[in-house]
């Protein structure tokens, strides 16, 4: 089955009210995400991955232990990657959903220190890559980071909430500031109610 691009869930200028430009979402999504789309579909023409999901092709071209991953990988997981990044954002904004703050403080202490970690692994990110809040494989709630296109699928962990630190991602609007757009994204970009909803059907 062929990777298609999806259209984003607003309108390009949206979230620009929320930091994120109508600029950095037609290059982001309409550049970078097609790429990876196009890429990838040129990638596994002819091959053992062409007519599989999505999950499929990531969860198996991933090489575990590897120093770079293959070309199928890294398109097919970015674009995984891109799909879910455009569903964790809203214009909206709003108060994060009751049961998802009673785990975040369960796991983490407070919804403060939830969010001093996660910005603390994307700023700790060498080069490019995401961050991440997941459900880990024994049910916890943990915050992660992943270099280039590598994901929670590659992990058996469920991703609640990622976080794009490529630059491409925040350059435009923050320059080379990622604590400020990590800031941002955390207070006025997360549509908290998809990650509720990501912990109720996790």
């Known amino acids: 089955m062929a990777f298609t691009l999806p259209d984003l869930p607003y309108a390009h200028d949206a979230l620009a009210g929320a930091g994120m430009s109508k600029e950095t979402l037609e290059y982001h999504h309409d550049l970078h995400h097609k790429a990876y789309v196009d890429n990838g579909n040129k990638l596994i023409e002819g091959t053992e991955w062409a007519g599989k999901s999505l999950e499929d092709v990531v969860k198996g071209s991933y090489q575990k232990g590897a ?38 403080k369960d796991a983490f202490g407070s919804v403060d220190e939830f969010k001093s970690q996660f910005a603390a692994a994307g700023a700790g990110q060498f080069g490019s890559g995401w961050c991440w809040l997941v459900v880990d494989t024994d049910g916890t709630l943990k915050v992660t980071k992943t270099e280039n296109g590598v994901n929670p699928l590659c992990f058996d962990q469920t991703a609640l909430l990622g976080c794009d630190v490529w630059e491409h991602s925040y350059y435009i609007d923050f320059r080379n500031k990622r604590p400020a757009y990590l800031d941002n994204f955390l207070n006025k970009l997360v549509n908290w109610e998809n990650v509720a909803e990501r912990l109720a059907n996790a």
């Open 67 to 104: 120093v770079a991953q293959n070309g199928i990988f890294n398109n097919a997981s970015q674009h995984w990657n891109h799909m879910q990044f455009w569903e964790m954002m809203g214009p909206k904004g709003g108060a994060m959903p009751g049961e998802l703050e009673s785990r975040i």
